[in-house]
T-cell receptor, first 114, second 111 residues
């Protein structure tokens, strides 16, 4: 499977600021996804990152709060904007098979907002 | 949309015993069901998966069964070892091309 890296691995941020998380894959992939995992909880899909077009967001997540870029088939970024303590979570990117269903996760970015 | 329910939320077994985790799904069009293992502080790792045209799949000590009629699938771990202790998530790939995750099961294997 592909090697997936994320930067930063963790960060502590002040409320009202923004953080951009990077996801890098060592091979070209069609499907990339961003998830949030709140402390002690399951994984929730934020959006599907589409190469060459806007991301597709899930209910409860909006582009102004979580802008996503996908400039090529090996890289994506997720920005958490105007952060509040409720945004404290682990953010994970994943890459999928051709149809997207078989997914492998990056190591995650642990975010704490004070 | 798809809804995946997972039980139990916690499971404690003696080393060497078997563990079973069960999930139900609501979207009859869902056709792919993976299981992930997440150790503390680590990423979710895909450990086994099953497609809707198969009733059972085994990989060494782990197996997954699928009952399409009842819309439920289960993870079976035999001869459990302390390193099996982790949180396990089931998921379903639904008709809108998304993975929907269950709420997770925290498995503790007592030595």
């Amino acid at each position: 499977s592909a090697v997936i890296s994320q930067k930063p691995s963790r960060d502590i941020c002040q409320r009202g600021t923004s953080l951009t998380i990077q996801c890098q894959v060592d091979s070209q992939v069609t499907m990339m996804f961003w998830y949030r995992q709140q402390p002690g909880q399951s994984l929730t899909l934020i959006a599907t990152a589409n190469q060459g077009s806007e991301a597709t967001y899930e209910s409860g997540f909006v582009i102004d709060k979580f802008p996503i870029s996908r400039p090529n088939l090996t890289f994506s970024t997720l920005t958490v904007s105007n952060m509040s303590p409720e945004d404290s979570s682990i953010y994970l990117c994943s890459v999928g098979s051709e149809q997207g269903e078989t997914q492998y996760f990056g190591p995650g970015t642990r975010l704490l907002v004070l | 949309g798809e809804n995946v329910e997972q039980h139990p939320s916690t499971l404690s077994v003696q080393e060497g015993d078997s563990a079973v985790i069960k999930c139900t799904y609501s979207d009859s069009a869902s056709n792919y069901f993976p299981w992930y293992k997440q150790e503390l502080g680590k990423r979710p790792q895909l450990i086994i998966d099953i497609r809707s045209n198969v009733g059972e799949k085994k990989d060494q000590r782990i197996a997954v069964t699928l009952n399409k009629t009842a819309k439920h699938f289960s993870l079976h771990i035999t001869e459990t070892q302390p390193e099996d202790s982790a949180v396990y998530f089931c998921a379903a790939w639904d008709s809108s091309y998304k993975l929907i995750f269950g709420s997770g099961t925290r498995l503790l294997v007592r030595p």
